[in-house]
């Protein structure tokens, strides 16, 4: 599975950006698709999270400002951002993670957007 990643930038606080994620593979296949980020200094966090079976989840810090979707029929992850705030900065990075009946699960990785935000 291959990630390709864009949409990140530069934007003044309370600005919105959305992402996109273009996988290699039907994403309907895929068990979970997420959205990370990584800012300097600091781990890698999830930020938002689509479920096969539809469910999304959001980390405290984006609920209410960010929305999780996806299309299809374009295997097209989406993270529509809005009310950025600086604490935003980092590179979003997407992820895929793939249960294969018998198989371990694997988790494949983007190549990461930059997002700045300025106050």
């Known amino acids: 599975v291959q990630l390709q990643a864009s949409g990140g930038g530069l934007v003044q606080a309370g600005g919105s950006l959305r992402l996109s994620c273009v996988a290699s593979?039907?994403?309907?296949?895929?068990?979970?698709m997420a959205w990370y980020r990584q800012a300097p200094g600091q781990q890698r966090e999830l930020v938002a999270r689509f479920s096969s079976s539809r469910t999304t989840n959001y980390a405290d810090s984006v609920k209410g400002r960010f929305t999780i979707s996806r299309d299809r029929a374009k295997n097209t992850l989406y993270l529509q951002m809005n009310r950025l705030e600086p604490d935003d900065t980092a590179i979003y990075y997407c992820?895929?993670?793939?249960?294969?009946?018998?198989?371990?699960?694997?988790?494949?990785w983007g190549q990461g957007t930059q997002v700045t935000v300025s106050s």
């Open positions: 992820n895929a993670h793939v249960v294969a009946a018998l198989q371990p699960a694997v988790d494949y």
């Open positions: 593979v039907n994403i309907a296949t895929i068990n979970v």
